[in-house]
């Protein structure tokens, strides 16, 4: 029988607890952990990359951020003005509530990079928007960061 490594949530308390659905008490010390098995010591927005985008053959950008703790949470790409321009999360790949852990990273021996968290300058009703700086904003637990994204636009 393969065990899982300590702090690794089984698949489906972790799916559970992606999709914002209650996880028991007693279960929900198992969390999504570091590399190295640790917790993340606090909740971050890390920059994006590339930045700007599209470069180097790719035509996406990667989003990262870790959790401290878990609890309702919002991911959004905004427009200068603040403006909506992309929500994911809540969204269709994650519900309003996360564990504690890292978040955007590829699976090991995979991509760096989560698909379900990279941004290919569309918006949320799937136009391309415009070429410009944009923000994403990041809300967890009282703590809310911006980091900056240069999109160059899709006719480059």
């Known amino acids: 029988m393969r065990r899982r490594p300590p702090g690794r949530p089984a698949p489906l308390f972790r799916a559970a607890a992606l999709l914002g659905l209650a996880v028991p008490a007693g279960l929900t010390a198992q969390r999504p952990a570091l590399a190295d098995g640790t917790l993340p010591p606090t909740t971050l927005l890390y920059q994006n ?15 990262w951020f870790d959790l401290a703790e878990g609890g309702p949470v919002t991911l959004a790409i905004l427009d200068l003005r ?3 321009v992309r929500r994911f999360i809540p969204g269709p790949d994650f519900g309003d509530v ?36 944009y923000l994403y904003k990041l809300t967890a637990r009282g703590v809310i960061q911006f980091r900056r994204i240069v999109f160059r636009g899709r006719n480059r």
């Not at 990359?49 to 989003?63: K, L, V």
């Not at 990279?118 to 136009?127: F, I, N, S, T, Y």
């Open 49 to 63: 990359f590339p930045n700007p985008f599209p470069a180097g053959g790719r035509d996406s950008t990667c989003i």
């Open 82 to 84: 603040g403006g909506p």
């Open 98 to 133: 996360l564990g504690a852990g890292s978040y955007g990273r590829g699976g090991t021996g995979g991509p760096t990079c989560d698909p379900r968290l990279m941004w290919d300058g569309r918006a949320d009703d799937g136009r391309v928007v415009p070429a410009g700086v």
